[in-house]
């Protein structure tokens, strides 16, 4: 593992690759889930930041395998093993073999926020429109 860390491909990367810890290949059949160990843990320590596991667009688009969650969130307070949930949302099995790059991770800035009850809102340009409110530009 520590000949493969996590690290950024290029130097536009956002996300640096997660893989998959296993001792032996794992056969994930379609329809099925798996938490898959990445071998990783972090502790980001610091509450204005947190961190993302996102899936990897070529298992997605190729091999229908996303994360069973669709986005992990990593509090700055954690400080285990960072596991991947992994679906097979394909027609077909799909083997994920020892090491293999799985998922992404991406550090991000958080903002913790305070709420304060009102009795109404100040008038916006958009105002309660919701989904579709703005339509098609």
């Known amino acids: ?3 493969q860390l996590p690290a950024y491909a290029t130097a536009g990367s956002a996300g640096l690759d997660l893989r998959a810890c296993l001792e032996a290949p794992l056969t994930i059949e379609p329809g ?25 667009s070529g298992l ?11 986005v992990g969130l990593i509090d700055s307070d954690y400080q285990g093993q960072l596991m991947v949930s992994t679906w097979n949302r394909g027609d077909t099995a799909f083997v994920l073999n020892p090491m293999e790059r799985l998922a992404q991770l991406v550090i991000v800035p958080v903002l913790q926020v305070g ?8 008038n916006s340009e958009r105002g309660t429109g919701g989904f579709g409110s703005t339509g098609k530009q």
């Open 1 to 3: 593992m520590q000949d």
């Open 32 to 56: 099925s889930t798996h938490l898959i160990p990445t071998g990783l843990a972090i502790h980001l320590a610091d509450p204005g930041y947190a961190a993302v596991i996102l899936p990897r």
């Open 60 to 70: 997605g688009h190729k091999h229908g395998i996303v994360l069973g969650n669709l």
């Open 115 to 122: 709420f304060n009850v009102v009795e109404e809102f100040s």
